[in-house]
């Protein structure tokens, strides 16, 4: 007998309950709040509307049908299954935060708080869970999927990281980076920046885009589904052994960009999240391109 859908419910902490971690009670974290001209009143309201929209999507889950609740920082402990429904209630960066862990289950996004935030990826709101649960179960759901594509850094000593938006080649802190770089369609520089970004067409919208409108580039920033990367190198130097003729490019599916280290310590992170990095040392070579695994978003 096959097992009822079961419905994953990813969430994060809120900044009142990170307050009240941090502070031990909610007249310690007003009073510290207090004293810096802020007030609790505005982030208790804001955990009131988010809790209420997780409430309101778990009481949304059909009674015959498992369920499960998943906190941001325990991603990484948590196995996820392949007929699994994952509803992220929270921000867009949230869907980012769980793509990397996932293999093809539909992910439907819902926004805990519209109108702050742009509701890129959480495109939902709470009263619709409901029916995009039962959608996300149908036969024919693919057609309603958006396959958006990732992007995947694999060193030489098989370290492997996945990002939705980009991934960032580095200095750990944030101090100049060496290495060489080879890109398609010419030859390998070395190199001396404040790091490599190398993104998706969601990322398009974030980190990349700040780097491609910083240096007024005519770069054609991909699309989210298409399965092609934009790349810039940040604030290249140039010297007698760096050069600076290859800061930005695109990859087409099956291409890379590959860089080998030439200094102590690299790192390479993704979606923002420096706590989850590949460490890189001298001589270590890491390749970046689209990976075959793509966050399948329920439209």
Same mark, same amino acid.
């Given at each position: 007998?096959?097992?009822?859908?079961?419905?994953?419910?990813? #969430?994060?902490?809120?900044?009142?309950?990170?307050?009240?971690?941090?502070?031990?009670?909610?007249?310690?974290?007003?009073?510290?709040?207090?004293?810096?001209?802020?007030?609790?009143?505005? &982030?208790?309201?804001?955990?009131?509307?988010?809790? *209420?929209?997780?409430?309101?999507? +778990? &009481?949304?889950?059909?009674?015959?049908?498992?369920?499960?609740?998943?906190?941001?920082?325990?991603?990484?402990?948590?196995?996820?299954?392949?007929?699994?429904?994952? %509803?992220?209630?929270?921000?867009?960066?949230? %869907? $980012?935060? &769980?793509?990397?862990?996932?293999?093809?289950?539909?992910?439907?996004?819902?926004?805990?708080?519209?109108?702050?935030?742009?509701?890129?990826?959480?495109? #939902?709101? *709470?009263?619709?869970?409901?029916?995009?649960?039962?959608?996300?179960?149908?036969?024919? !759901?693919?057609?309603?999927?958006?396959?958006?594509?990732?992007?995947?850094?694999?060193?030489?000593?098989?370290?492997?990281?996945? $990002?939705?938006?980009?991934?960032?080649?580095?200095?750990?802190?944030?101090?100049?980076?060496?290495?060489?770089?080879?890109?398609? @369609?010419?030859? *390998?520089?070395?190199?001396?920046?404040?790091?490599?970004?190398?993104?998706?067409?969601? @990322? $398009?919208?974030? =980190?990349?885009? /700040?780097?491609?409108?910083?240096?007024? /580039?005519?770069?054609?920033?991909?699309?989210?589904?298409?399965?092609?990367? /934009? =790349?810039?190198?940040?604030?290249? =130097?140039?010297?007698?052994?760096?050069?600076? +003729?290859?800061?930005?490019?695109?990859?087409? $599916?099956?291409?890379?960009? !590959?860089?080998?280290?030439?200094?102590?310590?690299?790192?390479?992170?993704?979606?923002?999240?420096?706590?989850?990095?590949?460490?890189?040392? =001298?001589?270590?070579?890491?390749?970046? @391109?689209?990976?075959?695994?793509?966050?399948?978003?329920?439209?």
């Amino acid at each position: 007998m096959s097992l009822s859908p079961r419905v994953v419910l990813i #969430h994060r902490r809120t900044e009142y309950e990170e307050l009240i971690a941090r502070h031990g009670t909610r007249g310690q974290a007003e009073f510290f709040l207090s004293r810096r001209g802020r007030s609790l009143a505005e &982030a208790e309201q804001r955990h009131h509307r988010a809790r *209420a929209a997780l409430a309101e999507v +778990s &009481a949304a889950v059909p009674l015959d049908w498992r369920q499960a609740r998943v906190e941001r920082s325990d991603l990484d402990r948590f196995l996820f299954a392949p007929e699994d429904v994952v %509803v992220v209630v929270g921000q867009d960066g949230l %869907v $980012a935060n &769980a793509a990397k862990y996932l293999a093809g289950q539909p992910v439907v996004g819902i926004d805990a708080e519209p109108g702050r935030n742009a509701g890129v990826l959480v495109r #939902h709101r *709470a009263e619709q869970a409901g029916p995009l649960l039962r959608a996300a179960v149908l036969p024919g !759901v693919e057609r309603r999927l958006e396959l958006r594509t990732m992007v995947e850094a694999v060193a030489d000593d098989t370290q492997r990281l996945l $990002a939705l938006n980009e991934i960032y080649l580095g200095q750990p802190g944030h101090q100049t980076a060496r290495y060489r770089l080879a890109a398609p @369609g010419g030859a *390998a520089e070395s190199q001396a920046s404040s790091g490599v970004l190398v993104g998706t067409g969601t @990322g $398009a919208t974030g =980190w990349c885009r /700040s780097a491609w409108l910083e240096r007024s /580039s005519r770069l054609d920033l991909p699309a989210p589904t298409a399965p092609r990367l /934009s =790349w810039f190198v940040r604030e290249a =130097w140039p010297s007698p052994v760096t050069g600076t +003729s290859r800061v930005e490019g695109l990859l087409d $599916a099956e291409q890379q960009l !590959v860089l080998t280290v030439e200094s102590e310590l690299l790192v390479a992170f993704g979606d923002g999240i420096e706590s989850d990095a590949l460490q890189l040392t =001298w001589g270590q070579t890491v390749r970046v @391109g689209p990976a075959a695994q793509r966050l399948h978003l329920l439209a």
